[in-house]
Every structure is written in C-alpha cells, then in structure tokens.
C-alpha cells in the first residue's frame, strides 16, 4: 500500500466513524438521535483509533494534515512528503463523508434542522467569538500533538498504541471540545464541509465557509507550536524552524484578535444605532 492510499483510505475510516456518529446523534428518526455528547466523543476516539489500526503499519496514520506538519517540523517526516500526506486525507475526508450521506440518506428528508445538519459534517462554535475559537483549536490540537509524541516515547504492550491514541480523542473531545466541536484536524473539518456544500442533501444551508478558516488555521497553529515545545521541553532541541513558527504564530494571534475586536465594535455601534 502506497504512502498515498494509506491516508486516504485510514482518513475515510475516521471521517466514516467519525462523522458517521455525529449523524447518529443529529439525525431525526436515528436509533441513537439525541444520544448526546459522550456518544459523539467515544464514537470519534473509536474512529481515530480504527483508522489507526488500518494504515498505522504504511504511513504512521497521520490521518491529520496538522500532525503531518507537526512531524515534518520535527524531523520525523521529510518535507517532500507532506503534500502527499495532506492531499490523501483531504480526498479521505471528502470520500468519508460521501459514505455517510448515503448511509443516512433517508434521514436527511426527515431532518428540517439545517444546523443539525451541517454539525453533522462540519464543526461549529457554541458561542461564536473568532479569537475564543482560534484559541480553542489550537489549544485542543496542542493537547493533541503533545499527547501523541508522548504516548509515542512510551513502551505499551505491542499494537496498544492506537488505542490509547483514540482514548487521548475522547479526553480533548469530553474536556475541550464543547466551546468548537474540536475539529483538531483541518482535513476532518474541511473535505466534510465541502461535501455538504457538493451534496444534494434535503433541508440543508449554508455551509458556513466564513467560519471554516478557523478549524484550519487553529489546529496547524497549535501542532506547529507543540511540536516547538515538545523538543524544547522533552528532548532539549530547539529546532530549526522554531522562532519562524513562534513569530509567525505571534503575528496569528494579533490579527485574529485585532479582526474579533473590530467585529465586537461594528456590532457595538449597530446596536446603539438601533
């Protein structure tokens, strides 16, 4: 199996499982509609770790361009490889979502919600705020990257890795990911956005393509950044690399706060003018 098939087809299992149990939950007339939010987060921790299980022997099972950047900064994966990587589990995700319209295609005609709709393929805020959201991806893709180079320096019985991995899912999911639905992964948040966007799926919306920069940029942001600390921490390397990311990540955060900040004050003077 090629480098290339490896991501694409270990990512569709996930985003199957993955997006397959938010469907689940959102979708009226599923057995397990309104199952609720501890479904949803064992149901991704499972997918992570069944993707894993499929590929992790061919490529590693990076089944996330930002831990594909996480790796390729920290010398664990060579540059040339991450577009290959990242190309497969964004055609993967998109492929995965496919599956899942048609395995629920008689409940989309039955669901009138158009948010519950969209939730089932791509991530939301719970209070829309650009810098709180920024901040929350990218400090959940944080918890996960340094997870994972942790649970990767450890010894576990031999093929326990991945479950442990899908557990580490369900923590971040249970934990941090009530303020975005924790996309932690742009492939998984955007091929499945523009799925929804593609498909012929009854009673949908909008796909909220103004939100979706945040579940891209936030989790590279934070991958990048725990990939930084994590060598500095744990292996005592400063990597080369590591004062672009720094800076770079800086100047992120500035904007997005400076762009929340004027949104918060645009909307400030359309009340009073109200």
Request: hydrophobic share 55%.
């Amino acid at each position: 199996m090629t480098l290339f098939l490896a991501e694409l087809v270990g990512t569709s299992i996930l985003i199957i499982l993955g997006v397959g149990v938010c469907a689940g939950v959102s979708l009226k007339k599923s057995k397990s509609n309104n199952s609720g939010w501890v479904v949803i987060t064992f149901g991704w921790g499972l997918a992570v770790a069944m993707g894993a299980y499929a590929v992790g022997q061919y490529s590693g099972a990076h089944l996330n361009p930002a831990l594909t950047l996480a790796f390729a900064l920290s010398g664990d994966l060579a540059w040339n490889l991450v577009p290959t990587y990242i190309i497969a589990q964004i055609i993967g995700a998109f492929i995965g979502a496919v599956i899942v319209y048609f395995q629920y295609l008689p409940h989309w005609k039955e669901t009138k919600d158009q948010v519950a709709i969209l939730d089932t393929f791509a991530t939301s805020p719970a209070i829309p705020h650009l810098f709180g959201n920024f901040i929350s991806e990218v400090i959940g893709t944080f918890v996960l990257v340094l997870g994972i180079f942790a649970i990767g320096a450890n010894e576990f019985a031999n093929g326990l890795n991945p479950f442990i991995v899908g557990f580490l899912i369900v923590s971040i999911g249970m934990s941090l990911g009530g303020t975005t639905g924790y996309a932690i992964n742009p492939a998984r948040d955007f091929g499945p956005r523009l799925a929804h966007a593609l498909l012929p799926i009854p009673n949908k919306g909008k796909s909220n393509w103004g939100y979706a920069w945040i579940p891209i940029v936030g989790p590279i942001v934070g991958a990048l950044l725990a990939s930084v600390f994590y060598n500095w921490a744990f292996q005592s390397q400063f990597l080369a690399g590591s004062w672009f990311v720094l800076i770079g990540s800086a100047i992120i955060f500035v904007v997005i706060y400076a762009i929340t900040k004027k949104n918060s004050v645009e909307k400030s003077d359309i009340n009073i003018v109200k």
